[in-house]
């Protein structure tokens, strides 16, 4: 027989809703606003070449051999003191190089998740992050947001609510994936104070706090975390290079060892050929300058999509304008649906993704995602001219 | 509060005991037959470090863009071929890259167990496997094995039990962790006749498999899979390089699909620097003339610990003789313990690793594992020599 019966989680689950949608539109004529994938031009390219070839003369043997599951000592020397800019004061056992942030939720999924335990998730949030605690058979317990992040009141609701089975909190806190919106730095202390008073564990997301389009620095959760409650997720996936797959768990000690029981099961530990660029990169100062490189870059098609969305978008259509991060957040009328949207678009070639994926209980059919960073400057325009004719004639028709 | 309340999964659950103890004997001057890592001297240094000075100079920036989670598309048409050798013939989406094998046992068991399923393992078998078990909450039936491989009677009465609880069956068919013995042919045959009668799926790691040390060619279980039953696990960490994360699952669509939705997940796809290295190294011919090399040396030092064990090591003790791979396994007289035995080895800089890890129910206090592919040839002999020394004086105190 080969009628593989296989596990509860998997029911009714497809692939990542984005990465197909994202197979779905490869066509070389599309233009495309949907993954939250970096410009090719963003990338340190001459630099990593650099590095490559200066380390290729000097590696030993160590590198092709396993190493520990904790990752490469001074990378994680490294992030130690770089993440004191954010308000991060950390030990070396503090922290846990990890293949990309995303296997940080998983493992922590892994850690703190028994079937039908709850997370606690922003409304709309990361998609890739509800499917991965899917998998691990959570629920999920909604927070609502204001234009401040989180609401103290819903959480706090959420929280006292079913409290043996709340488990974690997810939140992306900077430049959130989907909206572009930043929890203030009021919201960020009122959360921890809030969060105390629990036995819960919260999972700050920040794969975008460095790509900050404006002057105000804004400490991380984390920075304000006196009980070892949060768990802090970085990435080197969007400030050098995703396809490395190079990102860091900051947590307790306690926190740590049981997320390293994870990773030594999984992949043992991260390729060590991309811990020691990430490393080269970060230890040659090349990383501010590139930060502030693609800051820069980033700030310019942002701009460039805003401007375009406002002329040639039609009035009933509301968008978010992120200080940072990816991705601008659009509502259309209530009642429209983007994914329908989205099939007559890419009939234009351009494409989004529809934003009712983002919300773990339903809703948020009339919301799309538009991602800025990946598009050239041309694209952005040609693409926004076209997705804006054909939500007008969606809309007339409707 | 900090008092995080971890998964269930984690009860009981420390680190990797080998991980552990490999840490604890971490001294300059430790003898260690412990871990199961190549040979730094069988690293394929100059090949590795020739073909990063090559592709650094043609690299174009999707090396450092997100790439597609089945993996880079050469390598799996590499493998597609390179496969054949074992007899095992599929197509391109019948093949996942994923970040070492040892990821294609955690992806299986997230893709097919719910709480207290039943897996059906060898007794001994791969701890690392049974740990990743254990987080997935699943319970173990034990399997017989005798010196054909895993016996099909128990085989037969393990599947006949508590059918709907079965999930899987994981074997290391050839050069076995931790013992080194090898499943012949005719048994594999008789192991995929029986299971195709049941809804049940059988994982085959097979990190050693290349690791010949007689002519012999043993074809894979799965060449010998007609039902799609069979998820075939491979690796480049032993005949490449560990420290690249580059290993491999052949397995029907219906099964990889579901696997992929695991590796999204997490990771989300394999380093794309490590994998285009493995791919340029198969593709210039460098794989099988680099095998035939280490399974040469391999073959010495296994040769040289078993002629120092005969000449060192007194009558009472019994080890295999593997035909492949990278283990002895020994047994010492019933009664004796081998974390005892251990913990004198230690004082005299010598180590091992116990053998009771490696059985899923307890037992096999009195048995151990040794690795030869790490050690020299001159730490071999003076290693064994003062482990023989040891086990005689634990033998006579007891």
Redesign the interface.
């Known amino acids: 027989?080969?009628?593989?019966?296989?596990?509860?989680?998997?029911k009714n689950?497809?692939?990542?809703v984005i990465?197909e949608i994202l197979k779905l539109i490869q066509q070389p004529d599309m233009i495309s606003f949907g993954?939250g994938?970096?410009s090719?031009?963003a990338?340190p390219?001459a630099e990593?070449?650099e590095i490559?070839?200066e380390i290729?003369?000097t590696?030993?043997?160590?590198?092709?051999?396993?190493?520990s599951?904790e990752g490469y000592v001074p990378l994680r020397e490294f992030l130690c003191h770089w993440l004191k800019k954010k308000g991060i004061n950390v030990t070396l056992d503090e922290v846990l190089i990890i293949?990309?942030s995303?296997?940080g939720i998983?493992l922590t999924a892994?850690?703190?998740?028994?079937?039908s335990?709850k997370v606690i998730v922003e409304n709309p949030t990361y998609l890739?992050a509800l499917?991965?605690f899917k998998?691990y058979e959570a629920q999920f317990a909604i927070a609502q947001v204001d234009e401040e992040g989180i609401n103290i009141n819903s959480l706090k609701e959420a929280l006292e609510k079913d409290t043996d089975r709340n488990?974690l909190i997810y939140l992306v806190p900077t430049f959130q994936n989907p909206t572009g919106l930043t929890m203030s730095k009021e919201r960020r202390q009122q959360v921890m104070e809030l969060v105390?008073?629990?036995?819960i564990?919260v999972v700050e997301d920040d794969p975008y706090g460095s790509l900050n389009y404006t002057d105000e620095e804004i400490p991380a959760l984390k920075a304000f975390d006196k009980?070892?409650?949060v768990i802090y997720l970085g990435s080197f996936?969007k400030i050098?290079?995703?396809?490395?797959?190079v990102g860091y768990v900051v947590a307790?000690k306690?926190?740590i060892?049981?997320l390293?029981?994870?990773k030594?099961?999984?992949?043992?530990?991260?390729?060590?050929?991309?811990q020691v660029?990430v490393y080269e990169f970060c230890k040659r100062g090349l990383l501010e300058p590139h930060i502030d490189k693609i800051r820069v870059a980033y700030k310019e098609k942002r701009d460039l999509m805003l401007k375009y969305m406002t002329e040639y978008f039609p009035k009933e259509i509301n968008w978010t304008i992120p200080a940072g991060g990816l991705f601008i957040w659009a509502e259309l009328p209530a009642g429209v649906s983007s994914v329908d949207l989205l099939k007559e678009a890419i009939k234009e070639k351009v494409a989004f993704i529809p934003g009712n994926s983002f919300f773990a209980s339903g809703g948020g059919e009339n919301t799309m995602r538009l991602n800025f960073s990946n598009a050239s400057h041309e694209e952005i325009k040609v693409g926004i001219e076209k997705l804006g004719r054909v939500v007008s004639k969606f809309l007339e028709v409707k």
Do not use: C
């Open positions: 027989m080969s009628n593989a019966p296989f596990a509860d989680r998997l689950m497809s692939g990542n990465r993954g994938m970096p090719a031009d990338f390219m990593v070449k490559m070839a290729t003369s590696l030993d043997t160590s590198i092709l051999q396993y190493s599951s293949s990309g995303q296997q998983d892994k850690a703190f998740l028994n079937v335990d890739a499917q991965i998998t488990k105390k008073n629990y036995d564990t009980t070892g409650q996936s050098i290079s995703p396809g490395l797959r307790s306690e926190i060892n049981k390293v029981i994870g030594q099961a999984t992949d043992v530990h991260t390729s060590n050929l991309s660029i």
